[in-house]
C-alpha cells in the first residue's frame, strides 16, 4: 500500500476575559486550540474520531507548543509545531503528515477524509512510478548502415568481442546462427564482411551472425 498524505487545520480561538493576569499589559485570556483533519477533496473539517481533538485553557501569555498526532494501529507519532498568540481572535494553520504504509484500520479512518490510492492522494508508489519509467523509456532505432561500417574497421580480436558479446547478450527475440561451414578463411576482413552484409538484411526481431574461425 502507498503512503497517504493528509492536511491537518489547526484552529485557534481567543479572547479576553474579566480575570486580574497580576501581570500590567498583559490582560487575562481564555483560548481554545482545536485539531481536525482536511479533506483532501472538499477542503472542509473532518472530526478525528470523538470527542474533537480541543483543549481550553486561561492565560496571559504567548508561547511554541509541541502537539503529537498519533496514528491507530501504529500508525506512528507525527509533530507539529505551533504558535499560540494573541494577535488575532481567530487563526488557522495548517501542517501536512504523511502515513507510511497504513495498516487496514488506519487505512479505513483515512478513507473518511480522501482517496488513499496510488496517485491520487498525492504519493506515487514506487511500482506505478516505475512503470511509467518504462513506458516512457524512448526506443532506440539502430542505424545498420553505421553498424556494418564500423565493423568493417574492426581488427580479427575485435571482432570476436563483438560476435561473442552478441552471443552473451541475446534474448529471446533474438536468433543467433553460427555459420562456420563456409567460412574457411583465417582473413578477418573476410569474417567482417561476411557479418556485415547478415547484419544489413537483419530485420527487428532476429540478428543473423556468422562466428568467425580461426
Not at 150 to 162: A, F, K, N
Request: hydrophobic residues 30%.
Amino acid at each position: 500500500m502507498p503512503d497517504v498524505k493528509r492536511t491537518v487545520r489547526i484552529i485557534t480561538e481567543q479572547h479576553v476575559i474579566g480575570k486580574d493576569s497580576g501581570v500590567e499589559g498583559y490582560p487575562m485570556r481564555s483560548w481554545n486550540i482545536r485539531i481536525v483533519l482536511v479533506h483532501e477533496n472538499t477542503g472542509e473539517d473532518v472530526t478525528a474520531n470523538k470527542p474533537p481533538f480541543k483543549i481550553q485553557e486561561e492565560g496571559w501569555g504567548e508561547f511554541d507548543m509541541r502537539i503529537v498526532v498519533t496514528g491507530i494501529d501504529k500508525g506512528g507519532d507525527h509533530e507539529l509545531l505551533h504558535d499560540l498568540n494573541f494577535q488575532q481572535e481567530r487563526y488557522e494553520a495548517e501542517h501536512k503528515i504523511t502515513f507510511k504504509n497504513p495498516k487496514p484500520n488506519l487505512l479505513e479512518k483515512l478513507k473518511e477524509s480522501g482517496p488513499v490510492g496510488g496517485e491520487e492522494n498525492g504519493v506515487k508508489s514506487k511500482r506505478a512510478d516505475d512503470s511509467a519509467k518504462k513506458r516512457k523509456r524512448p526506443e532506440k532505432g539502430v542505424d545498420m548502415e553505421k553498424l556494418a561500417d564500423s565493423l568493417q574497421r574492426l581488427g580479427e580480436e575485435d571482432l570476436l568481442q563483438v560476435v561473442e558479446m552478441v552471443h552473451n547478450n541475446k534474448t529471446a527475440d533474438t536468433y543467433t546462427k553460427n555459420d562456420v561451414e563456409r567460412t574457411k578463411t583465417t582473413n578477418p576482413f573476410a569474417q567482417c564482411a561476411k557479418l556485415t552484409n547478415v547484419l544489413q538484411r537483419a530485420n527487428s526481431t532476429s540478428t543473423f551472425i556468422p562466428y568467425p574461425t580461426a
